[in-house]
């Protein structure tokens, strides 16, 4: 993982890496290398990507539609509720200045009391979560 707080350096996209090249997707383009990647044929019974509802719908109005039609989203919630711990992590190894270990299952860092701790702020009385 690439992470920044100044600018923004990274594209902002996915990238696919395997044995024989990678796959670059953001919501504009597909790259590849090498270019022939971006030809192949996909098998009946090969992955897909969830298809989008329309070119330019946004994860809102897809949340929206799913509700409406009983549908999966394109963004399952879980991983909505994971995704902040990337930022997340990055941001308390620069504050604490060293390298951490991020157990996904127990969503705490291994072993670090000082990292644990920045992980959330405490609430103001009289709120508590109790």
């Known amino acids: 993982m690439v ?6 350096p990274c594209a902002k996209g996915t990238k696919f890496i395997g044995d024989e090249g990678w796959v670059y997707i953001d919501r504009q383009m597909f790259r590849a290398e090498p270019m022939s990647l971006l030809k192949t ?7 897909r990507l969830y ?7 946004s994860h809102y109005r897809n949340f929206i539609d799913c509700v409406l039609l009983r549908k999966e989203p394109i963004a399952p919630v879980e991983a ?3 995704a902040p711990y990337l930022g ?3 941001e308390i190894s620069i ?9 996904h299952e127990k969503e705490r860092f291994v072993g670090d009391a000082a990292a644990n701790a920045l992980l959330s702020t ?8 109790s």
């Open 3 to 8: 992470f920044s707080d100044v600018g923004n």
């Open 41 to 47: 044929e996909l098998k009946p019974e090969d992955k």
């Open 51 to 57: 298809p989008a509802a329309r070119k330019g719908a």
């Open 80 to 82: 909505g509720a994971q």
């Open 88 to 90: 997340m992590v990055a």
């Open 95 to 103: 504050k604490l200045g060293q390298k951490l270990t991020w157990d």
């Open 122 to 129: 405490p609430m103001r009385a009289p709120w508590s979560l």
